[in-house]
């Protein structure tokens, strides 16, 4: 696929994004319409954005491509921007999320406190990684 688009496919609904500035944004909107089955995803963002609207800071309007095949401006945010929309959202879908980030920060933070944590984790993947590594097999 080429840098200039992309779409993500969860829960076998799509998110468009866009490559822009070095770097992938998505449609707020399609995150929002995935996470509270809205049946007006534009108006909860819209009411959204009223109620924090710090939120508007990490969005970007970026053309992307609509149902009818034109190209019209929608919010788009970067990986860390749709994050911080996700624990805005409250619903049930976004639990999981908000959960994971919890942990991941809560992980991230302890690996500062202790630098050892952080090493043990990477020996860990890597080890995991030689492992499969070993264990393949080349046929001829």
């Known amino acids: 696929m080429r840098k200039e688009k992309k779409i993500i496919v969860f829960e076998?609904?799509?998110?468009?994004g866009v490559f822009h500035n070095n770097k992938w944004y998505f449609s707020v909107v399609d995150v929002i319409k995935i996470l509270t089955n809205s049946p007006n995803s534009?108006?909860?963002?819209?009411?959204?954005?009223h109620r924090e609207?710090?939120?508007?800071?990490?969005?970007?309007?970026?053309?992307?491509?609509?149902?009818?095949?034109?190209?019209?401006?929608?919010?788009?945010a970067n990986k860390k921007g749709i994050f911080r929309i996700i624990q805005s959202i409250p619903s049930k879908k976004a639990e999981p999320f908000k959960l994971w980030l919890a942990k991941v920060g809560s992980d991230r933070i302890d690996e500062i406190e202790n630098p050892e944590l952080a090493q043990n984790r990477v020996r860990e993947y890597y080890g995991n990684i030689n492992i499969c590594i070993k264990t393949m097999e080349v046929v001829t």
């Not at 076998?12 to 468009?16: A, G, N, T, V, Y």
């Not at 534009?42 to 954005?49: A, F, G, P, Q, S």
């Not at 970026?62 to 019209?72: A, F, I, M, R």
């Open 42 to 49: 534009n108006n909860y963002w819209k009411v959204l954005k």
């Open 53 to 76: 609207n710090q939120l508007v800071t990490i969005c970007n309007p970026l053309k992307l491509k609509s149902s009818d095949g034109k190209k019209y401006l929608t919010d788009c």
């Open 12 to 16: 076998d609904k799509k998110i468009r």
